[in-house]
């Protein structure tokens, strides 16, 4: 199917710096997911990333592209029957702001996810087309682009290191101000590197199910259900673990960058109370299975 049969049309999106702050922006992002097949109901988090038409042009007034739901695989309805996906969003304009709950066409009448649905292919990524339920619902236009990604080839330059302050933008435990869509902020730390990925010893294999290697990293930092989706956000810095009396204004590491998808957590034994507890060590999947996601309406024939 080609790309033009299943793309919505075209956003455009006004300078961010004339729109909102950044700090809005990667707010107005993250989103709160929920479902219901039958009797059964399940919630959790993702974001919105919009994909420039032409990545070198963003710091144009008016930049135009689509725009894509990022969430984990199992927090998306399975196939087998017709299902929408509950997205709770900001609509209205900066002076007067709404809060609304639009549907996703996630499942066709036919049980088969909407070709607008892409799973990466070995990653718990997926995304979802969305332009069109944007521009029918008026949502505001201020999302984080694509081109904030952190993907290896940006972290090579020193980004996101091992031990640096990381934001957790998500709904753990499925919990939102009735008030307003914003998400709640939670802090971590980069647990192992982002550059390598990771692979777990088989005990911890058989014991929780953890698959032999992760495209992505670990985090330090609490999980709870509903947290997976939640988008993960290097803490911006003038300075470096291995030179802290160096300050680099407007380096690398001074950018916010999306480092990938929270998508489980690992859970301990505590042997004295008999208890199976949490950790606090979060699974991440890399940015670049995000933009390899993303790239698959682009580049699928």
């Known amino acids: 199917m080609k790309l033009d049969r299943f793309l919505f049309g075209v956003l455009c999106l006004c300078s961010l710096a004339q729109a909102a702050t950044l700090r809005e922006v990667f707010a107005n992002s993250a989103v709160h997911l929920s479902y219901m097949?039958?009797?059964?109901?399940?919630?959790?988090?993702?974001?919105?990333?919009?994909?420039?038409?032409?990545?070198?042009k963003t710091n144009e007034p008016s930049v135009s592209g689509q725009a894509f739901l990022i969430t984990n695989k199992h927090v998306l309805p399975p196939e087998g029957r017709e299902c929408k996906l509950s997205m709770r969003v900001t609509t209205g304009t900066q002076a007067a702001p709404a809060v609304k709950t639009i549907e996703i066409p996630i499942v066709g009448s036919d049980g088969k996810y909407f070709s607008t649905v892409h799973l990466h292919a070995e990653n718990d990524v997926a995304a979802v087309a969305v332009t069109r339920?944007?521009?029918?619902?008026?949502?505001?236009?201020?999302?984080?682009?694509?081109?904030?990604?952190?993907?290896?080839?940006?972290?090579?330059?020193?980004?996101?290191?091992?031990?640096?302050?990381?934001?957790?933008l998500g709904y753990p435990a499925g919990i939102f101000d009735t008030r307003n869509a914003n998400p709640?902020?939670?802090?971590?730390?980069?647990?192992?590197?982002?550059?390598?990925?990771?692979?777990?010893p088989e005990s911890l294999q058989t014991t929780w199910h953890l698959p032999a290697h992760i495209d992505g990293f670990l985090i330090d930092a609490q999980v709870y259900p509903g947290s997976s989706g939640s988008m993960i956000v290097n803490k911006p810095t003038s300075t470096s673990f291995d030179a802290p009396g160096a300050v680099v204004a407007g380096g690398p590491r001074s950018t916010p960058y999306v480092l990938g998808i929270l998508s489980d957590s690992i859970p301990i034994v505590?042997?004295?109370?008999?208890?199976?507890?949490?950790?606090?060590?979060?699974?991440?999947?890399?940015?670049?299975?995000i933009n390899e996601t993303i790239e698959f309406f682009f580049t699928k024939k």
Request: glycine share 10%.
């Open 184 to 200: 709640i902020w939670r802090v971590g730390i980069v647990s192992t590197s982002p550059l390598l990925g990771y692979s777990f």
């Open 133 to 168: 339920e944007i521009v029918k619902e008026k949502m505001k236009l201020e999302f984080v682009f694509t081109t904030l990604l952190g993907t290896t080839e940006k972290l090579r330059n020193e980004a996101a290191l091992v031990g640096d302050e990381i934001y957790i």
């Open 37 to 56: 097949v039958g009797a059964n109901s399940s919630s959790g988090s993702g974001f919105i990333l919009f994909r420039p038409t032409d990545p070198s």
């Open 270 to 289: 505590d042997v004295n109370l008999r208890l199976v507890t949490r950790m606090g060590l979060g699974i991440v999947q890399s940015a670049d299975a």
